[in-house]
């Protein structure tokens, strides 16, 4: 049986190493992640290194499925000079305005440009977002295994049926199409109101080619959340392959979606009824990008925009997975369909966050309540603890016995107070990425102050109400330490947790906030109750 220096020294363990965990995890995230992410952002603005964007090489595998194989020489080099070159207004051929956004296409048959017309998807200038950086991979580009055809490909224009459409009310279709030698590639596309499109690539001879969903959006690429590539499978599973992580090609089969994407925005090419063969080829930074197999035609729909749940829901319910939440996407995927629901009623995402930690807190009373009526018997058994102590400092073994039946009398559990703080864990994380990954978020307004619930509190009025409100917590909480240098780290963790905070989304802020305003209110309740007993007993 354990002596009672160990189930304390237990407990003091297992509080520090949740508060560690919280303390590591922010750390990391501002004093390594983001110190390597404006490292990387700006040797890139001084060095602005091309992206090798080769077309793959293949070999027929004996099962007669085209493998590829990596690039290299003078045409790897010549292809992705070719292909990322600057697209200027003068190589536009086919523009199409749709309700959400204008759809630019060039004399290669690419996506030039994509510009997002609603409002709320603009910068502190005013300016419309565009998707896609000036040399950079694009969607729809057609590369070819031959290496001729494929150096032809670049240098002869597509031809189209329409310069101009308009699909802001009705779907629009057009053609284009491109005659090389030996080789004639057809696009016949169909652009709806909402954004997203249909097409299909004929080719009229059987040279292996590669359609490219293109590189990812680059509008909010940030250290918080995951970019680069994802694919999901005929077996519901998915698979994230992160910028600066792929080193050699990867390739798939059976394929539902590809979807390059940074924070809020991606790039989607889909086909539920007949999967697509992917490739992922690495970049000159080991960056993803990804290319569908081709032979005689291949066809699929497109999406280029925000990754809104309820436009990718309207698409198909299986591209709401485009979302990603990291580790804990079973539990944050629900805790924002849930919040998502609660926004439905009451129309605001500000007061929508505090409805969803009143609930949270309410499922997690009972527990709470445990423990802090635990953390109040150890309080009142401090005295008792201590004799027994004393009175067998020299005999451990019975220390303990009599340790454990001095809780087991009184009804204390000396782990009760952590196991409300360890649960929390889970939640605060799966809470973290709902609020940094919905772009639902971006441009929501809470009260006067907050303008934008998924950046930083401006004034920072919220992380300093959090710490206060930590402070006043800690104030009211029984605490049974007895070292000294534990006390003081405790004492420390308001001033720390609003340092980091300060630079948190408000929206995940307000909800520490609101979950410590909460917890203050349980902790007074209990205290108050415990003092009229003791009040009474006297």
């Known amino acids: 049986m354990n002596n009672p220096n160990q189930n304390n020294g237990m407990q003091k363990r297992m509080l520090i190493m949740t508060l560690v965990v919280f303390v590591f995890f922010i750390a990391y995230e501002f004093l390594v992640l983001k110190p390597q992410q404006e490292e990387k952002l700006k040797q890139q603005e001084i060095t602005k290194q091309e992206q090798q964007n080769a077309a793959p090489d293949v070999a027929v595998a004996d099962g ?15 292809i992705a000079t070719l292909s990322t070159k600057v697209i200027g207004s003068s190589d536009i051929v086919t523009t199409i305005k749709t309700a959400r956004n204008l759809i630019q296409i060039d004399k ?25 950086e000036a040399a950079q991979l694009r969607p729809l580009e057609v590369r070819f295994a031959n290496a001729d055809v494929n150096n032809e490909a670049f240098k002869v224009n597509y031809t189209t049926t329409a310069s101009n459409l308009d699909a802001t009310k009705k779907a629009q279709k057009f053609t284009m199409t491109q005659s090389l030698t030996g080789v004639t590639v057809v696009k016949n596309f169909t652009v709806y109101p909402n954004g997203h499109y249909d097409i299909e690539i004929n080719s009229t001879s059987k ?50 979606f590809i979807s ?38 291949i ?8 990754k809104n749940f309820r436009d990718l829901e309207a698409l198909n319910p299986e591209l709401t997975d485009v979302i990603e939440y990291g580790f804990f996407t079973f539990l944050a995927k629900p805790m924002f369909l849930f919040l998502q629901f609660l926004q439905g009623y009451i129309g605001n995402w500000g007061w929508t966050i505090v409805a969803l930690t009143i609930f949270i807190k309410l499922i997690l009373y009972p527990l709470s309540y445990k423990g802090m009526v635990s953390m109040q018997k150890l309080k009142d058994l401090a005295p008792k603890m201590k004799e027994i102590q004393a009175k067998y400092k020299d005999d ?64 920072f009025v919220l992380p300093i109400l959090m710490g206060a409100s930590m402070f006043l917590q800690q104030k009211i909480t029984p605490n049974t330490m007895q070292d000294e240098m534990q006390k003081k780290i405790f004492q420390m963790l308001p001033i720390i947790f609003t340092f980091f905070f300060l630079w948190f ?34």
């Open 299 to 306: 066809s699929f729909s497109g999406y280029m925009g925000p």
């Open 260 to 297: 390059s994407f940074d924070r809020y925005y991606a790039t989607v090419i889909y086909n539920f009824d007949k999967t697509l063969q992917i490739s992922l080829m690495p970049d000159a930074d080991d960056n993803p990008q990804g290319f569908a197999h081709a032979t005689n035609s």
């Open 207 to 256: 040279e292996q080619f590669f359609v490219t969903n293109g590189f990812r959006p680059n509008i909010l690429a940030d250290m918080y959340a995951d970019h680069g590539v994802m694919v999901k499978l005929t077996d519901g599973t998915t698979d994230l392959t992160v910028d600066e992580d792929l080193s050699k090609i990867k390739s798939y089969t059976g394929v539902k």
């Open 108 to 132: 290669l048959g690419r996506v030039a440009q994509v510009t997002l017309l609603d409002e709320k998807y603009k910068d502190e200038e005013g300016n419309s977002f565009k998707l896609f």
């Open 396 to 459: 451990k073994q019975k220390q303990s016995t009599h340790m454990m039946e001095l809780y087991k009398k009184h009804g204390a559990n000396p782990m009760g107070g952590c196991l409300p703080l360890v649960l929390q864990i889970p939640v605060f994380f799966a809470i973290y990425r709902v609020l940094l990954n919905s772009i639902e978020l971006k441009g929501a307004e809470w009260i006067m102050w907050i303008h934008d619930l998924a950046e930083m509190d401006p004034y």
């Open 64 to 78: 007669g499925v085209a493998q590829p194989i990596a690039a290299h020489g003078d045409m790897a080099k010549s």
């Open 505 to 538: 989304p408000a929206g995940l802020t307000l909800y520490w906030f609101i979950n410590n305003v909460f917890t203050i209110s349980q902790q007074y309740y209990i205290n108050t109750l415990f003092e009229k007993q003791r009040a009474a007993k006297k």
